[in-house]
């Protein structure tokens, strides 16, 4: 039982008529909403901006230097192709790539073209160009216009509303604050002068010998906000994997894009070219500085070999003792060349105890060092101090891969130092061995004359140093030529490049169709919401759905000053209705009662279904088929049948309950032939214990015994239990619903009752039915004129409010919140 009234509820959950009719009933508001929308997608559309894009192909490789392949010691490694590949995207994408092209490209100035609707982006559109002097500060986020007068004078204005605002030093990369002239500014230029203003201190030069005049507008944006914007350039391996790189970036303006991707990979080339020539760099510098020195030794032992040949005539001795000379003079080149080394090796050591940055460190070779375990371990630890510089500009300081690169560092010098301790003491056993050799020559030369020793020792001072200035400058050519022949590692295959294709715009169209889509999706859903919060019976296909109680009857609705319309209407619809129900009734009674007096009863779920004036006109009914009838009425709480008649309440049932009169002075005459009133009276303060005492049902048999019909016109049968007790003496029980009043959720009252035989013979009364105006769909009753119930009686002068879904959806919130009875 209690699965099948659910089952019931539910049935009228959703209906698609409903849903319709409610749909139709909103074409206004799809018209209206459509006409809003389509205006606002024309106005959107005024506003789509074309998107462009540029891209360019650069390859990541390992280019050696093609002279020195084999020569390792001015040349390094950084890492292999893949590592390559990896730091690029990772520099690309990162804050200090894009100051240094956003400053070279001084990208933080934007060129404005006001539109109707919009400002775009005029970079490269403008007849002139700006050029900012970033070693001082400029105004920021003020727009300036600026009014082309002819080929050689231009106007700068603005306003500013006080006499200082807010500057940016794009050099410091700080904000500063300037001072401008308060109120209305204007001044006159001429192209290519320097304009020098505390606020704003650039050069504005013509693009062109000939210009057009007319009006732009310029300012000075975040510093930061342009970084962080190019930061977002995209990056993909193609193919997949590969060391070739598309660099991809879209916006406004495609001349922008061009000249950002353009640098970026040519600051890229210069850095990577840079990184690789970083030793031969380092190492032409302290060549540079050494060969000043030995420079300087070399002239004066030149000079002091002129003089001292003016003073003497030894060229003979001198040719005779050639070959002490010579073997002197090689030793002393060896003495310090191993010297050299032994220096280098303490500057070295010195360095790395000292220092953090290992990327300038002089090559080895620079001083004839060839060891290939000493160059191999400082080529290492450049390569992992380079490294971790790079990763520097993506990672936190305290990541762990820095920790990892440390230990790596510390590591290699590890090494070095060994190295260096092993190599110095293989050094001064050389120098050892060289000093005992050069002290055997120079024994064999002190046997000569002083003046020819003296001789001998300029000779040889002015021999060595020239050498040494030799080797120097030999060192030098090669890293020379090292530094020039080296190659950057990226290769630009295809720049970007304005081809001539337009840029993407989203399509108009779609603002037009979500238009149309959103103008028929507001009454769409705002009639599925009211059919799904509509908890009103609307048709007697709802009623069939929603209980198995059979439906007797349809009354229609049609307009009436008062409920007698079967009195006053007898050919009338609605009359017809009342004598079909009439009809169907004798299929209902109790078989004992077909030759004796029938007993009908009229109720429903609340006040204002239409019970009153169902039990006048179904009296009228069987009045005037010439049956004597008897209409009582028995809702003490609300009577109402008195005022259709035009008879006083002062005397009825509820005076005869409480043994005020007799039965006989309750009755009254209805003034339509064979038909009889018992009003129900005063309203009494206990309406239930009158109408549930032994009397109330003595009067209804005595009635039976005294008319051939009694209509009895009860309480609303889901607001109180007096209908039930009434129940128990009527032959049949004609429950009201009203269209489009009586709710869904009744219904179960009453089901539930009937289920468990508390009713018997009872059956529905569908009232207040307009088919035609509701849903435009007929139904089997046939009766397509209506009743409409008017000022008098049942409160029914509030029915056309009623009908407004405003109104159910009212009803359905206050069924919510408002407490049961």
């Known amino acids: ?117 919009y400002n775009t982006d005029a970079y490269k559109k403008t007849p002139f160009y700006i050029y900012a002097d970033s070693s001082k500060a ?23 509303s006080s006499s200082t605002v807010s500057g940016y030093h794009y050099g410091l990369k700080k904000s500063q604050t300037v001072t401008v002239p308060e109120g209305e500014w204007k001044k006159q230029f001429k192209f290519g002068d320097s304009i020098q203003l505390p606020f704003l201190n650039v050069i504005i030069d013509k693009r062109t010998e000939s210009i057009k005049t007319g009006e732009w507008l310029f300012n000075f944006g975040n510093y930061w906000g342009t970084v962080n914007k190019y930061k977002s350039i995209a990056i993909r391996q193609e193919p997949s994997g590969s060391s070739i790189l598309l660099l991809s970036l879209s916006g406004g303006n495609k001349q922008r894009l061009i000249d950002y991707i353009n640098t970026s990979s040519v600051i890229l080339e210069r850095g990577e070219l840079e990184r690789k020539n970083k030793f031969a760099v380092s190492t032409i510098k302290y060549i540079d500085s050494s060969l000043v020195v030995q420079e300087k030794a070399l002239k004066k032992s030149e000079q002091d070999l002129e003089d ?40 070295l050591n010195n360095y790395l105890l000292n220092k953090t940055d290992y990327t300038v460190i002089q090559a080895p070779s620079v001083v004839g060092i060839e060891e290939g375990s000493i160059s191999a371990a400082v080529s290492r630890l450049i390569q992992l101090s380079e490294e971790r510089k790079r990763r520097e500009f993506a990672m936190r300081a305290d990541a762990p891969v820095f920790r990892e690169l ?30 005992g050799q050069i002290g055997k020559v120079e024994a064999l030369i002190k046997k000569l004359p002083k003046e020819q020793q003296e001789f001998l020792k300029i000779q040889r001072q002015f021999d060595v140093n020239q050498s040494t200035y030799n080797l120097y400058m030999a060192k030098r050519t090669e890293a020379e030529l090292v530094r020039a022949a080296n190659v950057s590692d990226v290769y630009v295959i295809d720049e970007a490049k304005d081809t001539g294709g337009g840029g993407t715009s989203r399509d108009s169209n779609i603002n037009y169709l979500m238009a149309l889509l959103i103008g028929l999706a507001i009454p769409v859903t705002l009639a599925f919401i009211l059919t799904i919060l509509d908890n009103y019976v609307h048709s007697p296909k709802d009623v069939e759905k929603l209980s198995k109680i059979p439906l007797i009857g349809v009354v229609g609705k049609m307009d009436h000053p008062t409920n007698l319309i079967v009195k006053d209407k007898p050919k009338s619809t609605i009359a017809e209705s009342f004598r079909g129900i009439r009809s169907s009734l004798h299929f209902l009674y109790n078989q004992e009662s077909l030759h004796g007096s029938r007993t009908i009863m009229v109720t429903s779920s609340v006040s204002g279904e239409g019970k009153t004036f169902t039990s006048i006109n179904l009296a009228t009914v069987f009045a005037l088929s010439g049956k004597r009838t008897l209409l009582v009425g028995l809702d003490l709480r609300k009577p109402k049948i008195f005022d259709d008649f035009e008879i006083d309440n002062d005397l009825g049932v509820s005076n005869y309950l409480v043994n005020d009169c007799s039965l006989n002075e309750i009755i009254r005459s209805a003034g339509i032939e064979n038909l009889d009133i018992a009003l129900s009276g005063p309203v009494p303060p206990n309406p239930s214990e009158l109408i549930m005492s032994k009397r109330a049902g003595e009067m209804i048999e005595q009635f039976k015994k005294d008319y051939d019909y009694v209509i009895l016109d009860t309480p609303p049968l889901g607001l109180v239990a007096d209908a039930l007790e009434i129940a128990k003496h009527a032959d049949a029980t004609l429950y009201m619903i009203r269209q489009e009043y009586t709710r869904k959720a009744m219904l179960d009252v009453v089901n539930e009752k009937y289920n468990r035989k508390e009713i018997d013979n009872l059956s529905f009364v569908f009232n207040y ?5 509701k849903y435009g769909y007929g139904y089997g009753y046939g009766y397509g004129y209506g009743y409409g119930y008017g000022a008098y009686g049942n409160g029914y002068h509030e029915n056309e409010n009623r009908n407004s879904y405003l109104s159910i959806m009212k009803k359905w919130f206050k069924s919510i919140f408002k407490p049961k009875a």
């Open 769 to 773: 039915f307009n088919e035609r105006g």
């Open 308 to 347: 001292f040949k003016d003073k003497s005539q030894m060229l003979d001795a001198v040719t005779q003792n050639s070959d002490f000379n010579v073997k002197l003079t090689e030793f002393e080149i060896q003495k310090r060349g191993i010297q050299n080394k032994l220096n280098y090796y303490d500057n």
């Open 406 to 435: 440390d230990r790596d560092i510390n590591a290699v010098k590890d090494v070095i130092y060994e190295n260096i301790t092993s190599s110095k003491s293989l050094l001064n056993r050389e120098l050892s061995i060289l000093y």
């Open 1 to 117: 039982m209690e699965e099948e009234k659910e089952i019931n509820s539910l049935s009228g959950i959703f209906d698609v008529r409903q849903f319709l009719s409610k749909l139709i009933k909103f074409w206004w508001l799809f018209i209206i909403c459509l006409g809003i929308g389509l205006s606002y997608a024309y106005y959107k559309n005024q506003f789509i901006r074309t998107i462009y894009s540029a891209n360019s192909l650069i390859s990541i490789k390992d280019n050696s230097n093609p002279l020195f392949t084999n020569n390792t010691s001015l040349t390094f490694n950084w890492g292999g192709t893949t590592d390559k590949v990896t730091t690029a995207i990772v520099q690309f994408k990162s804050r200090t790539h894009a100051e240094q092209v956003v400053d070279e490209l001084q990208f933080y100035i934007n060129y404005i073209k006001e539109g109707d609707y």
């Open 138 to 160: 400029q105004l920021s986020g003020k727009n300036i216009r600026i009014k082309v007068l002819d080929q050689e004078r231009f106007e700068l204005s603005s306003n500013f």
